[in-house]
Structures are given as C-alpha cells and as structure tokens.
C-alpha cells in the first residue's frame, strides 16, 4: 500500500518562495503518475501540477504556470513541488496524491488518484 507524507509548507510573504516535497514509502514511485492539488478554505479541491514517473512529462495549471516546477528524485523517492512569486491567492492546504499507470490528464483534471497525503498547510500573507 502507497503511502504519501508531505511536507514543507509554513508562511511565506508575498513574492517569496517555498519547496514541498510528497515522500512515498510502501512502494516504488515507477510508473505512477503523482500530482499536487490545494484545497482553499470555501474552494473546491484544484489539481495544480503533475507528473508522469515513465516519461517525465509534466502539467501545470493555468494559475500556476510559470511560478511552479514539479520534480521528482527517483532515489529518494520523492517529488517535489518549488512555489516561486507566491501570492496571497495561494494559500491553501496541498496535497499530493499518485495513481498507477494513467495518464496526466486523468490525475490532473479529474480528482486526483487513488493514494493521498495528509496535506500541508501554505500561507502567504504579509
């Protein structure tokens, strides 16, 4: 069984940055598709970034594009998700979240997959 445990989140100012890591233990991260989605409070639940662990393929959103980069490391079997040019409209709680053998678009765009984290509180505020 998967498990997924992130962390790295904590208060940031406007402008600044921060990088979360999702460690998966339980399991190799191979062939699965892991993403990061946020939850705001009074907002639905959005998938934000993901990545493809055979191809190395990535998805960003539309309101993170070009101010966040998804990675993984496959020896420490872990991804990471580096927040630059942070906004107040960020703060959320994140979660990571991984499925087996499917596509971007599916993890991304359609809920996320099967195996979740417990999340990690971001804030940015002045």
């Known amino acids: 069984q998967l498990q997924l445990v992130e962390s790295g989140g904590g208060l940031v100012q406007p402008g600044g940055s921060l990088r979360l890591s999702c460690a998966a233990s339980?399991?190799?991260?191979?062939?699965?598709?892991i993403g990061w989605f946020r939850q705001a409070p009074g907002k639905e639940r959005e998938g934000i970034s993901c990545i493809s662990s055979y191809d190395d393929s990535t998805y960003y959103a539309d309101s993170v594009e070009g101010r966040f980069t998804i990675s993984r490391d496959n020896a420490k079997n872990t991804v990471y998700l580096q927040m630059n040019s942070l906004k107040p409209e960020d703060t959320a709680v994140y979660y990571c979240?991984?499925?087996?053998?499917?596509?971007?678009?599916?993890?991304?765009?359609?809920?996320?997959?099967?195996?979740w984290g417990q999340g990690t509180q971001v804030t940015v505020s002045s």
């Open positions: 979240t991984a499925e087996f053998i499917t596509t971007l678009q599916a993890v991304c765009r359609t809920g996320g997959g099967r195996y």
């Open positions: 339980g399991g190799t991260l191979d062939y699965y598709v």
